[in-house]
C-alpha cells in the first residue's frame, strides 16, 4: 500500500464546499494529480464564461484540471486511466459513472454532509436544520451502486445551534469535511478503517432529497417551531416565504412565541412599528429580518417605515 504521500489521487468536485476538502489535501501533502471540474458556464450580466471556484483554487496550486461534458466520453475515460490513480475522491460532484468510480484499485471515497445512513440526498444540511435536529455531521464512505448507501468509513459530529442556518451550518461542515477527508486518506493508506455497511446501522431512515420551489412555501397551518425552523433550513438561500399584500414576502431571520392567537393561520398583526408577526397553527412567529418583492432584504423596522397594513 503507498503512503499518503505517494498515493495518486483524482479529486472530483465543483463549488466552494468541495473546495475546503481539496485544499485540506493539498495542505496536508497530498498527491492530487488531477481535478475534475464541471466546464465553465456564462455567468453575470455580460454572460462571460465563469470557472467553477474548485476550478479557480486548482489553478492557484498547478493542479491539472479536466472538465468533460460527458464522464462516459472514452476521451475523458481514457486521460483518466492515464494517471493511474490509487483513490479518486467526490466532493459536491455529479453522479460518476461505473467506469469512472470503480477504475482506481482503491475505489472512490465521497464526504457526504451529515451522519450517514441519515439523509442520503442532495440537501442534506437543510432538511436537518428543517427537522430541528440539534446535531449532523460529516461522513466518508465508499461509492457504490445506489446513491449515498456505500460503506461508512469515518464520521465527525458537528452541533446544530439554536441559531444556526444552512448557511452558517453550511460553513462548519465544510471545513470539518476537509479534516475528515485527511484523516480518512490517511487512515487508508495506514490499513487502520475498519469500513462499516449501512446495512448494519440500526436506525430510521431520514431523506434528503433536492429543495424546490414548493419546499419554501410557509404553509401557516403548521406548528410555529416548524415553521422556525423550515425558515432556518432555507436561509440565506433559496428562502422560505409567503404571500404579503399580494407580494412574494421572503423571510430570513425569525423568532417565535408558543399562543392561543385567536386568529385565522396566516394572518398577520403589526404594530407599525417594531413587529410583523403571522399566526401559525400554535403561535405567533415573528419577523426578524425579511425581503419583500421588488426590494433589498432588511430588518423588519426598516420594511414597516414604509408598510401600510
Known amino acids: ?21 481539496l485544499q485540506a489535501l493539498v495542505e496536508a501533502g497530498a498527491n492530487v494529480v488531477a481535478v ?18 474548485v476550478k479557480q483554487y486548482a489553478l492557484s496550486q498547478n493542479l491539472p484540471v479536466l472538465q468533460p461534458e460527458k464522464l462516459k466520453a472514452p476521451e475523458f475515460v481514457d486521460a483518466l ?28 471515497i465521497n464526504v457526504h454532509a451529515s451522519l450517514l445512513p441519515q439523509y442520503r440526498g442532495a ?39 439554536p441559531e444556526d442556518n444552512i448557511g452558517t451550518l453550511y ?23 475498519t469500513e462499516i455497511a449501512q446495512a448494519d446501522v440500526a ?25 422556525h425552523n423550515l425558515i432556518r433550513g432555507m436561509s440565506p438561500i433559496p428562502a422560505a416565504y409567503t404571500i404579503l399584500q399580494e407580494k412574494v414576502l421572503k423571510i430570513y431571520i425569525s ?14 398583526d403589526t404594530d407599525g412599528k417594531t413587529y410583523l408577526r403571522f399566526a401559525a397553527a400554535d403561535g405567533w412567529l415573528y419577523v426578524d429580518e425579511l425581503q419583500i418583492e421588488g426590494k433589498k ?13
Do not use: C
Open 36 to 53: 475534475v471540474t464541471a466546464p465553465d458556464k456564462p455567468a453575470g450580466r455580460g454572460m462571460q464564461l465563469h470557472a467553477s471556484a
Open 255 to 268: 423568532h417565535y412565541e408558543l399562543a392561543n392567537t385567536n386568529k385565522e393561520a396566516g394572518s398577520y
Open 81 to 108: 486511466q492515464n494517471l493511474h490513480a490509487d483513490l479518486h475522491i467526490v466532493v459536491a460532484f455529479r453522479m460518476l459513472p461505473v467506469v469512472v468510480w470503480d477504475m482506481p484499485p482503491m475505489g472512490t
Open 203 to 227: 436506525t430510521e431512515i431520514k431523506h434528503a432529497p433536492k429543495i424546490f420551489k414548493e419546499h419554501t412555501l410557509i404553509n401557516w397551518n403548521n406548528g410555529v417551531v416548524s415553521i
Open 123 to 161: 440537501a442534506p444540511i437543510n432538511w436537518a436544520i428543517i427537522n430541528g435536529e440539534t446535531e449532523t455531521g460529516v461522513t466518508t464512505f465508499k461509492l457504490k451502486h445506489e446513491i449515498d448507501t456505500g460503506n461508512i468509513l469515518k464520521q465527525s459530529k458537528v452541533a446544530i445551534l
Open 1 to 21: 500500500m503507498p503512503s499518503f504521500q505517494d498515493l495518486k489521487i483524482v479529486f472530483f468536485g465543483t463549488p466552494d464546499f468541495a473546495v475546503a476538502s
Open 171 to 193: 460553513q462548519k461542515l465544510m471545513a470539518e469535511g476537509g479534516k475528515l477527508l485527511v484523516e480518512t486518506v490517511k487512515g487508508l493508506a495506514a490499513g487502520t478503517i
Open 297 to 309: 432584504r432588511m430588518p423588519v423596522a426598516d420594511f414597516l417605515r414604509g408598510f401600510r397594513a
